[in-house]
């Protein structure tokens, strides 16, 4: 059995934006592993798409709540909405009761020849995900493959990262939902309108100069 104190309260301001406030204290209980199975341990499970882009940034599906539990234990402090529907209800009050900051960014969900991808959206949301204030964060569509690919593509460009490793980490994701015209996007995305990047945002200094590939996945 362990303590720990990390449940957070939150307050509004004028606009609606959550905000982390004040601690307050709880305990979690750790069962023993071996008899997770039998338990009533509850289990974390991630959302759909999810993974981890760079230190402090995520990126996923649209979370429901089976993903909340799972949620807590990155200590969001904000999270990017690339969907034009309201947020449920479920999860802006997740959000109050864990005090994340909700950045919304309606980007339509259009099907080829029809996409229209609207760069000052792309433009917009990088400029949340580049201040470090924001982090930990996470990046979220409904499936986490085109809208969310688009962001985390144009990131990469940022990064320095060559091309083919960027489509190679949209194919990951996107699979046979795949889009010419999302990498042709992240092609022609020129990374010069990102102006007066935060001085706190030290991943992209790290990668400056440098590109990035990784294996092949096995068909």
Known sequence: M????????????GDGAFFKTIQVATETFFKPSLAAADSDEELFNPPLNFAMVDNGIYRSGFPDSTNFPFLETLGLRSIIYLCPEPYPEANVEFLKSNGIRLFQFGIEGTKEPFVNIPEDA???????????????????????????????????????????????????????????????FM????????????????????CEGRTHSFPSEDK
């Open 122 to 184: 792309i433009r917009e949301a990088l400029t949340v995900v580049l201040d470090i204030r924001n982090h930990p964060l996470l990046i979220h569509c409904k499936r986490g493959k085109h809208r969310t690919g688009c962001v985390i593509g144009c990131l990469r460009k940022l990064q320095r990262w060559c091309l083919t490793s960027i489509f190679d980490e949209y194919q990951r994701f996107a699979a046979a939902k795949a889009r010419v015209s999302d990498q042709r």
């Open 2 to 13: 362990k303590s720990e104190h990390k449940s957070l309260c939150a307050v509004t301001n």
């Open 187 to 206: 092609e022609h995305f020129d990374v010069s309108t990102i102006k007066h990047l935060p001085i706190t945002c030290s991943f992209l200094k790290s």
